[in-house]
């Protein structure tokens, strides 16, 4: 079977195309093939089919998509039920995309080597497996959130094909392809760069200078910033002359002017940042150390419940002191939108290519943790960097993360301590107080609004219970709908049983950020959660769980730890016979309401997860 997905998806058995309708199959078709032999869990399927408005019928139309794939597939190719969604089993199937990643590899290999006509050769076969645009039959869901990452590594893949060309001399035959790429991609330095080299050994010197001053302007006016490495090493050979035919490759140029490459990948800071002033004072000090001989590495965790803010906190504080971490900044999530732990290889080589690791394309690399590890350590040894880790899972996901050296700081976020981060100071975050939950709530809908009235914004911050992620959302919308009273917003989320269907806006939700944390928890772990809907206030012993549960007292606290360990639980001091009370958030026990009510609709033949799609 040969699956294609770089251009139009399709499956080819032979010289004969399967006959697959609509954007729906194809689309379930694609996400399985970009899986590379992963679980696609329902709730992704689901996103990617419809968005964040799925039919209620959502499950059953997947089941019905899967099945059809099946009977056109046949025995080729196996798709397997695998909770909580499916995997395809490609078996000695071709795909297009995997077999351009190869050549890719292999061609940007040999072009760092200086086997130019080879990286050439490679390079131009790769590019020859593009078809048009890459999935361009599948749902608009889908391709925004993986045609950028395909399109990425086709215009690299063109950049080093060029690179390679340009090294052999044809610089007259790539003049008329970069003219019109750099056109399309007004602000691909490295395109520009390459267009300048063309310009300049086909004798024309002055169009080569004006292409650098036009990209000076273009870069000011569309992202105020100037020129990087590439382009200013181009321009500083052409203005020598060292840029000629016998002049080493333009790679090699950038490397002479640049140097180390400086990483700068902390998201954009949060400008109307708000409250939470004694724990960011505490991330300064560990993140801004007195330079010294004695100066001691600086690690720091973040702790707290989904939607608490850690994230926010943790740039925010990073951002504040990146000026005494001239070395860069690194930045990268570790868990899969679906709530998953994401690979320390995956987390690992994109913190390399951001460190400019020339040999993280090399064979075999991407998947060797050991090979990895190293290359990240002597990448970051003796630099003063800012490392951030958000949304840690656990100690042997993280610790190939942390830097040997001493000079690194590092900011880790994560929904319960960990025990193998040495030196790390912890800070715990809980829902705010009332002041700053209001500074919050206005921050976001506007002062007036909520000063107007008092009554309806002590609704809003009630139901909200000083969560930030809640009350962000609340303040967004209610800024979104200028014509709404904060009354009439209080009256929505007044009633619990839909409270959780009203804290979402676009990307933002409260159940999606509680349901994270559902695909870490064991079996016994759900039944206590599901089990906190049974308490008046959301809190109670060991003793009155068992009771909750009819089940043993050994086994409830073990639930009732698991618990506290993912961040769902915290322990609220003890009771008059010393035992500890355990207590949710609101927001917490409304999220078990909803799945202990799944549960008792066994008809319905849904999993815990699934109610975080709605």
Same mark, same amino acid.
């Given at each position: 079977?040969?699956?294609?997905?770089?251009?139009?998806?399709?499956?080819?058995?032979?010289?004969?195309?399967?006959?697959?309708?609509?954007?729906?199959?194809?689309?379930?078709?694609?996400? +399985?093939?970009?899986?590379?032999?992963?679980? /696609?869990?329902?709730?992704?399927?689901?996103?990617?089919?419809?968005?964040?408005?799925?039919?209620?019928?959502?499950?059953?139309?997947?089941?019905?998509? $899967?099945?059809?794939?099946?009977?056109?597939?046949?025995?080729?190719?196996? %798709?397997?039920?695998?909770?909580?969604?499916?995997?395809?089993?490609?078996?000695?199937?071709?795909?297009?995309?995997?077999?351009?990643?190869?050549?890719?590899?292999?061609?940007?290999?040999?072009?760092?080597?200086?086997?130019?006509?080879?990286?050439?050769?490679?390079?131009?076969?790769?590019?020859?497996?593009?078809?048009?645009?890459?999935?361009?039959?599948?749902?608009?869901? =889908?391709?925004?959130?993986?045609?950028?990452?395909?399109?990425?590594?086709?215009?690299?893949?063109?950049?080093?094909? %060029?690179?390679?060309?340009?090294?052999?001399?044809?610089?007259?035959?790539?003049?008329?392809?970069?003219?019109?790429?750099?056109?399309?991609?007004?602000?691909?330095?490295?395109?520009?760069?390459?267009? $300048?080299?063309?310009?300049?050994?086909?004798?024309?010197?002055?169009?080569?200078?004006?292409?650098?001053?036009?990209?000076?302007?273009?870069?000011?006016?569309?992202?105020?910033?100037?020129?990087?490495?590439?382009?200013?090493?181009?321009?500083?050979?052409?203005?020598?002359?060292?840029?000629?035919?016998?002049?080493?490759? +333009?790679?090699? *140029?950038?490397?002479?002017?640049?140097?180390?490459?400086?990483?700068?990948?902390?998201?954009?800071?949060?400008?109307?940042?708000?409250?939470?002033?004694?724990? *960011?004072?505490? *991330?300064?000090?560990?993140?801004?150390?007195?330079?010294?001989?004695?100066?001691?590495?600086?690690?720091?965790?973040?702790?707290? $419940?989904?939607?608490?803010?850690?994230?926010?906190?943790?740039?925010?504080?990073?951002? +504040?002191?990146?000026?005494?971490?001239?070395?860069?900044?690194?930045?990268?999530?570790?868990?899969?939108?679906?709530?998953?732990?994401?690979?320390?290889?995956?987390?690992?080589?994109?913190?390399?290519?951001?460190?400019?690791?020339?040999?993280?394309?090399?064979?075999?690399?991407?998947?060797?943790?050991?090979?990895?590890?190293?290359?990240?350590?002597?990448?970051?040894?003796?630099?003063?960097?800012?490392?951030?880790?958000?949304?840690?899972?656990?100690?042997?996901?993280?610790?190939?993360?942390?830097? !040997?050296? /001493?000079?690194?700081?590092?900011?880790?976020?994560?929904?319960?301590?960990?025990?193998?981060?040495?030196?790390?100071?912890?800070?715990?975050?809980?829902?705010?107080?009332?002041?700053?939950?209001?500074?919050?709530?206005?921050?976001?809908?506007?002062?007036?609004?909520?000063?107007?009235?008092?009554?309806?914004?002590?609704?809003?911050?009630?139901?909200?219970?000083?969560?930030?992620?809640?009350?962000? %959302?609340?303040?967004?919308?209610?800024?979104?709908?200028?014509?709404?009273?904060?009354?009439?917003?209080?009256?929505?989320?007044?009633?619990?049983?839909?409270?959780?269907?009203?804290?979402?806006?676009?990307?933002?939700?409260?159940?999606?950020? =509680?349901?994270?944390?559902?695909?870490? +928890?064991?079996?016994?772990?759900?039944?206590?959660?599901?089990?906190?809907?049974?308490?008046?206030?959301?809190?109670?012993?060991?003793?009155?769980?068992?009771?909750?549960?009819?089940?043993?007292?050994?086994?409830?606290?073990?639930?009732?730890?698991?618990?506290?360990?993912?961040?769902?639980?915290?322990?609220?001091? *003890?009771?008059?016979?010393?035992?500890?009370?355990?207590?949710?958030?609101?927001?917490?026990?409304?999220?078990?309401?909803?799945?202990?009510?799944?549960?008792? /609709?066994?008809?319905?033949?849904? !999993?815990?997860?699934?109610?975080?799609?709605?």
């Amino acid at each position: 079977m040969d699956f294609r997905v770089l251009g139009p998806i399709e499956a080819r058995s032979g010289d004969t195309r399967v006959p697959l309708s609509g954007s729906k199959v194809h689309t379930v078709l694609a996400a +399985l093939l970009l899986a590379r032999g992963r679980v /696609v869990s329902d709730q992704r399927l689901t996103s990617l089919l419809w968005g964040w408005d799925p039919p209620a019928t959502a499950s059953a139309q997947i089941y019905t998509y $899967m099945s059809r794939l099946r009977k056109r597939l046949g025995d080729q190719v196996e %798709i397997v039920r695998r909770p909580p969604g499916y995997v395809l089993f490609a078996r000695d199937s071709r795909i297009d995309l995997l077999e351009f990643e190869r050549l890719e590899q292999k061609g940007r290999a040999a072009l760092g080597e200086g086997r130019y006509r080879e990286a050439a050769g490679l390079l131009d076969r790769a590019l020859a497996l593009w078809n048009g645009p890459a999935l361009s039959n599948a749902t608009h869901h =889908l391709c925004e959130g993986e045609l950028p990452q395909l399109e990425e590594a086709h215009t690299l893949a063109l950049e080093g094909r %060029i690179e390679a060309d340009l090294a052999l001399g044809r610089h007259e035959e790539v003049l008329a392809e970069l003219t019109g790429l750099v056109a399309r991609f007004p602000v691909r330095e490295q395109l520009r760069a390459q267009l $300048m080299t063309a310009l300049y050994r086909c004798g024309r010197q002055a169009d080569a200078l004006h292409t650098y001053h036009d990209a000076r302007k273009v870069l000011a006016d569309q992202l105020g910033v100037d020129p990087g490495a590439a382009l200013d090493a181009a321009y500083q050979a052409v203005l020598n002359g060292s840029i000629g035919q016998e002049s080493p490759p +333009l790679i090699a *140029l950038r490397d002479q002017v640049s140097g180390a490459q400086v990483p700068a990948m902390l998201p954009p800071d949060w400008e109307d940042f708000t409250g939470r002033a004694a724990e *960011l004072q505490v *991330l300064r000090t560990v993140l801004e150390p007195d330079v010294s001989p004695g100066w001691k590495p600086r690690r720091c965790l973040v702790t707290g $419940m989904a939607g608490v803010g850690k994230t926010t906190l943790a740039v925010h504080a990073a951002h +504040l002191s990146s000026h005494h971490h001239p070395d860069g900044q690194l930045y990268v999530e570790l868990r899969e939108p679906d709530g998953t732990p994401r690979d320390p290889c995956t987390a690992l080589v994109r913190l390399l290519r951001a460190l400019g690791e020339p040999r993280i394309d090399s064979p075999g690399v991407h998947d060797d943790l050991e090979e990895l590890t190293r290359l990240y350590r002597a990448r970051t040894a003796g630099k003063r960097l800012l490392v951030v880790l958000d949304d840690a899972v656990g100690d042997l996901q993280v610790r190939p993360l942390l830097p !040997s050296t /001493v000079t690194a700081s590092v900011l880790i976020t994560c929904r319960t301590h960990l025990a193998q981060v040495p030196g790390a100071q912890t800070v715990r975050l809980g829902p705010l107080d009332h002041a700053q939950s209001r500074a919050l709530l206005a921050s976001a809908a506007g002062r007036s609004r909520i000063s107007a009235e008092p009554e309806a914004a002590d609704a809003l911050l009630a139901h909200c219970g000083g969560l930030p992620l809640a009350l962000r %959302i609340t303040g967004t919308r209610l800024a979104a709908r200028p014509h709404w009273s904060p009354a009439r917003l209080a009256a929505q989320l007044a009633d619990p049983r839909t409270r959780l269907d009203e804290l979402r806006f676009g990307d933002l939700s409260v159940r999606q950020a =509680l349901g994270r944390s559902l695909p870490l +928890l064991s079996h016994l772990g759900l039944v206590v959660l599901r089990g906190l809907a049974r308490l008046a206030d959301g809190s109670c012993t060991v003793q009155q769980m068992a009771l909750a549960l009819e089940t043993g007292e050994a086994e409830a606290e073990r639930g009732l730890e698991e618990l506290v360990d993912g961040a769902l639980l915290t322990i609220n001091g *003890l009771d008059l016979l010393g035992r500890p009370i355990y207590h949710c958030h609101p927001l917490v026990r409304l999220f078990a309401y909803e799945l202990g009510r799944l549960c008792l /609709v066994p008809s319905q033949r849904r !999993s815990a997860t699934e109610v975080v799609r709605r």
